[in-house]
């Protein structure tokens, strides 16, 4: 490797913070999980004990009954093990501490259904339901204040663990890998692009010397602790180079970026002397999900429009007195598999809006907006008819934001990837709605299209109900507008 290559890889050190990467969920090692799991128990105990105390029963007595200490103690142990199923003690979604508190109400409100049952079903428990629903009611309590202090510790005691990443291989692939990366702002990346590779590589084989190779050496001299590598090496060169690097600690990966797993996973299997890559679609295309979510949507959409239909008539009325016009605002927007619908909000703008300007960029303090619908669009509450969308299937509670057909040909120009947002049905609030304003510029779009992908990727009910409480606390709030 001549001078020149070495003054580019000694220039191609970053950090992540300068690259705009996709989320990431933080995982949990053996050791914390054992944490989680004797807080939530902690938390279970304690919860028993206030729960004596304020309805003033025992569980003295609830043990002298046959039966009842052994369905108690089946229905903490399907709580726990919901929690394991979901995730709850090897990942967190959480950015902070109070996220965390919203996952384990979400979580709480999942196993707490189970534990009803065998509360409701098992003859011996109903004379003590009112002590074991208080015992559910404050462990959920409990769970969320124990997840927000050992998020907090962790956060300080075990900083988030930084990678120290080099990427090595021809030039334009290497310069694509970073974007891809889930990193996070502490992790650093080391870019090793090399005109010569598979000279490089051939003139280690014939040597049988992979310590000739200048991007391994300069990888392991800038103490990383992963090297990925772009192209594909010779397997005569896999085990001098995997027995060098592993000696060192450092892990090797490949990252062939003609294939990409876009709207879809990779399973590697080892056949005979081949590794297969077998595509499959994410958990969220599959026909167990689809079914799963339309039944989770109209399980809250039903019943949610009959609960709130006095809210919605108030609303419409005030709509109506506040200015002319119709109640309602009907928009073209792009649904699942690209296939247009119209969206039903209050309206909150004047009629005449964007009969001169054309479609407009909603945006924050808009001029164009009525006295009513300001508070409309700072509550949310203009988009409670979109309840109305759920039910006739064209949208889901939760999913990606629609968009606009004129925009959405503006982004699909802008990013490969935006088009997988319609692989399912848009949503009311969704991952990106959490985490970001409900108006960005349109140059935040690259970011909630991140966000899209992450939820598309991680997606589970769990997820959805999660989404849900930590949309329910910003509306009371009012964060999100």
Not at 76 to 93: K, P
Not at 336 to 351: A, D, L, N, W
Request: charged fraction near 20%.
């Amino acid at each position: 490797m001549d001078t020149t290559q070495s003054a580019t890889i000694e220039a191609g050190l970053t950090s992540a913070s300068a690259i705009r990467s996709r989320p990431r969920p933080s995982r949990f090692g053996a050791s914390w999980s054992l944490v989680l799991i004797a807080g939530d128990i902690a938390s279970l105990t304690l919860a028993a004990l206030g729960a004596e105390l304020l309805v003033h029963s025992s569980y003295g007595d609830l043990g002298a009954v046959p039966g009842a200490l052994q369905s108690i103690l089946f229905a903490a142990i399907v709580w726990l093990m919901l929690f394991e199923r979901i995730g709850m003690y090897r990942r967190s979604f959480a950015a902070n501490g109070r996220d965390e508190v919203y996952a384990s109400l979400a979580a709480s409100g999942m196993a707490m259904a189970p534990a009803l049952l065998i509360i409701l079903l098992v003859p011996v428990l109903l004379p003590f339901r009112h002590l074991l629903i208080a015992t559910l009611a404050l462990t959920a309590v409990g769970v969320g204040l124990s997840r927000f202090l050992t998020h907090t510790i962790r956060e300080r005691a075990m900083p988030l663990r930084t990678r120290r990443i080099a990427i090595a291989g021809t030039p334009e692939r290497v310069a694509a890998v970073p974007s891809e990366l889930s990193l996070t702002t502490s992790d650093s990346v080391l870019t090793l692009p090399i005109d010569s590779f598979d000279d490089d590589v051939a003139a280690a084989l014939a040597d049988r010397d992979v310590t000739r190779l200048e991007w391994v050496r300069t990888a392991l001299d800038r103490g990383v602790d992963e090297l990925i590598v772009t192209e594909a090496l010779p397997p005569e060169i896999m085990p001098s180079l995997l027995r060098y690097l592993e000696s060192r600690g450092v892990k090797l990966a490949f990252a062939p970026m003609r294939i990409r797993p876009h709207a879809c996973d990779f399973a590697v299997r080892r056949d005979g002397g081949l590794a297969l890559l077998y595509p499959r679609s994410l958990a969220i295309c599959t026909p167990g999900a689809e079914w799963a979510r339309r039944a989770f949507d109209l399980a809250i959409a039903a019943p949610a429009l009959l609960v709130l239909s006095p809210i919605l008539f108030a609303i419409a009325i005030a709509v109506k007195l506040d200015s002319a016009g119709s109640i309602f605002y009907r928009q073209r927007r792009i649904g699942r598999y690209g296939v247009p619908f119209e969206i039903v909000k209050f309206r909150t703008m004047k009629p005449d809006a964007e009969t001169a300007s054309g479609p407009v960029w909603a945006r924050s303090g808009e001029d164009r907006t009525t006295r009513i619908g300001k508070i409309l669009r700072r509550t949310s509450l203009d988009e409670l008819p979109q309840l109305l969308n759920v039910v006739r299937g064209e949208m889901s509670i939760v999913g990606p934001r629609p968009e606009r057909p004129f925009y959405v040909e503006q982004f699909r120009k802008m990013l490969v990837r935006y088009d997988e947002r319609h692989l399912v049905r848009p949503g009311i609030t969704g991952w990106s709605h959490i985490h970001m304003k409900r108006n960005v510029d349109t140059s935040a779009i690259g970011e909630r299209l991140s966000y899209d992908l992450f939820y598309l990727e991680h997606w589970s009910i769990f997820m959805d109900i999660l989404i849900i409480c930590k949309t329910g606390a910003e509306f009371l709030f009012h964060s999100a507008a």
